[in-house]
């Protein structure tokens, strides 16, 4: 069975070779350690995430994609990019890596700003590397997320959702804070659910803010024209609802 594993990157690691230091990661505030309550750095929860998508290489047939732009200007690199690095160096020796990335089957893509590019962006990576559409998408991310994917963009993009599961891993909250990030949760539904695709404000000024362009050619990858032209409507849509005309994976049904 063809599977996509996405490892939806959150952050950039500026020093591969010592990724579990906080100081080589590019954290935002509230990624970082609070020394005064004993919170530790989100990037444990990172390296978490790309163990995770290592052991899923031990699978048949998966291919694994690191999904993340380069979110901030000046870092030399992107999140996907990064979180590659990591892997190669950490776990570099593992005979299921060493094979996977000898078989082309560890890829970034690094143009995701957000949860649903992360899905569809990697989605479209997966087709670039294989020539066809994966049986089954397994999204590596926080647990807290995991209504945002199986409820929302799966349904925006018209994936079954049959073929498609969350595999979530949370930083160590306390249950102030849990609280306190599955309120926001809710709040970026709500915003997902009435703009499913993310092309207005808010959604798309966090896209902005994060470096995303629209100029990206998403599809350089694909020679297919009758699948890069139902692709480029889906990436251009401005629907308010799940996109409505035909996808190259209808086939699947729901």
Not at 79 to 98: F, K, P
Not at 122 to 133: A, D, F
Not at 140 to 162: G, M, V, Y
Request: with cysteine; net charge negative.
């Amino acid at each position: 069975m063809g599977e996509l594993i996405v490892v939806c990157c959150h952050a950039i690691c500026t020093d591969s070779l010592n990724p579990h230091e906080e100081q080589s990661w590019l954290l935002k505030p509230f990624q970082k350690s609070d020394p005064t309550t004993g919170k530790p750095g989100e990037h444990e929860t990172f390296l978490l995430h790309i163990q995770a998508g290592a052991s899923a290489l031990r699978r048949a047939g998966t291919v694994l994609v690191f999904s993340g732009a380069k979110t901030e200007r000046d870092a030399p690199l992107s999140e996907a990019d990064s979180y590659r690095n990591v892997l190669t160096q950490c776990l570099g020796e593992s005979n299921v890596v060493q094979q996977a990335l000898a078989n082309g089957r560890i890829v970034c893509e690094d143009a995701a700003t957000d949860s649903y590019q992360n899905l569809l962006f990697s989605l479209i990576k997966y087709y670039e590397v294989e020539g066809k559409w994966p049986q089954m998408i397994t999204v590596i991310t926080h647990s807290f997320k995991e209504a945002r994917f199986l409820e929302c963009h799966a349904d925006a993009i018209c994936w079954p959702r049959k073929m498609i599961r969350v595999q979530g891993i949370n930083p160590p909250f306390p249950l102030s804070e849990l609280r306190d990030v599955q309120r926001l949760e809710r709040e970026t539904l709500d915003l997902f659910r009435a703009d499913p695709h993310g092309v207005y404000a808010p959604l798309s000024s966090k896209r902005a803010a994060r470096q995303w362009s629209e100029d990206t050619d998403l599809l350089r990858g694909i020679s297919d024209a009758s699948v890069r032209h139902s692709l480029q409507e889906l990436l251009e849509t401005r629907e308010r609802t799940m996109f409505s005309q035909q996808l190259p994976w209808t086939e699947f049904g729901s």
